[in-house]
């Protein structure tokens, strides 16, 4: 009797893998901050990315020592999910290659994601890459270093689709503050906020081009923050207008509770969940032929479908059926 065929080799074999990542990602700029949010990653479960802010965490003057201080806590075994990435200075920071050359070698092994802000032009992202990827080789870093890529300017968008098709790419993230302050006034300070920041027809041009670009070329959408530290139904709120309207895969949180709220409103539908379980144990019994389920037939094409549900669930910490998660997971 032959195995069962796992759905990844059944459904995605040979193609490059749609990245499944936590929905949220929490930023902390100073040491307390970010062995705080350590410790909020060990009592809640890997559900959440911490990012370790180099770019505005470190006061000026001092940017070494804050990368080397960022560098030891994510090296460190507190890091016990390895669900921490580091933002860097920007292309026109004279200090983005120093950042490079005291965290790579450090954490290169180590580090979930790198976050490059502010670019003007897709050529300057390229040329960090490639930066990273020649210290990564020069102290034998053979892994792909996830990098994550900030649109956060006029000329970002305008080449937004060349930059999600650069190698190692796996996340684009909306900067909101700074777009709107780029727009020097044409948009009120107001649409930093909610409804302003999704109804507004220049942000919700640039949101809705930041995904569709995102999506074609395999990489995740990341939304910007709720500027309401403290107001959880606001970040509630906005997290799911951000995944339902807009198709948002993952959303910035800066403050502790906003976490929670990011990673409820991101979650599958539990009933979706149930449902995916179900079927994808079935099309698997079938070797991935077409089945009926509920009196609906479903094939390649809803497999794949609930296949990356099932697995977003796993990632957000959903319960889900026993033998499904034997069979995939």
């Known amino acids: 009797m032959s195995l069962p065929v796992h759905p990844n080799k059944a459904l995605f074999e040979g193609e490059k893998p749609f990245p499944v990542l936590p929905s949220c990602e929490h930023f902390a700029g100073s040491e307390k901050l970010i062995s705080k949010a350590m410790q909020m990653q060990q009592e809640l479960g890997p559900v959440f990315d911490i990012t370790c802010d180099c770019e505005d965490g470190a006061a000026a003057g001092t940017e070494a020592e804050h990368a080397q201080m960022v560098a030891k806590l ?15 200075h920007d292309y026109t920071h004279p200090h983005w290659q120093k950042d490079v050359d005291i965290l790579v070698p450090q954490i290169g092994e180590k580090v979930a994601y790198i976050t490059l802000p502010k670019c003007t032009e897709a050529f300057q992202i390229q040329e960090m890459v490639d930066y990273i990827k020649s210290v990564a080789i020069a102290h034998n870093i053979r892994r792909v270093i996830p990098i994550h890529v900030l649109i956060e300017t006029h000329g970002a968008l305008r080449e937004i689709w060349e930059l999600a098709a650069i190698d190692w790419v796996q996340v684009l993230d909306f900067g909101m503050m700074d777009f709107v302050s780029g727009h020097n006034g044409a948009i009120p300070a107001s649409c930093m906020r909610s409804p302003g920041q999704f109804d507004h027809a220049l942000l919700y041009r640039a949101k809705s081009e930041l995904v569709a670009a995102a999506l074609a070329n395999g990489v995740v959408p990341s939304h910007n923050v709720t500027l309401d530290l403290k107001n959880v139904q606001q970040t509630l709120d906005d997290a799911s207008r951000a995944r339902q309207e807009f198709g948002f895969l993952r959303m910035w949180s800066i403050y502790p509770t906003q976490i929670q709220a990011i990673v409820d409103a991101m979650k599958p539908d539990y009933q979706e969940v149930e449902d995916a379980g179900a079927i994808l144990l079935s099309a698997q019994a079938n070797d991935w032929g077409p089945i009926q389920h509920k009196g609906e037939l ?9 296949w990356q549900l099932l697995q977003r669930a796993h990632v957000t910490g959903i319960t889900m059926d026993e033998q499904a998660k034997s069979a995939f997971f």
């Open 74 to 88: 994510i090296a460190s075994d507190a890091n016990k999910h390895q669900m921490m990435g580091v933002r860097i």
């Open 298 to 306: 479903h094939d390649r094409a809803t497999y794949r479908y609930y």
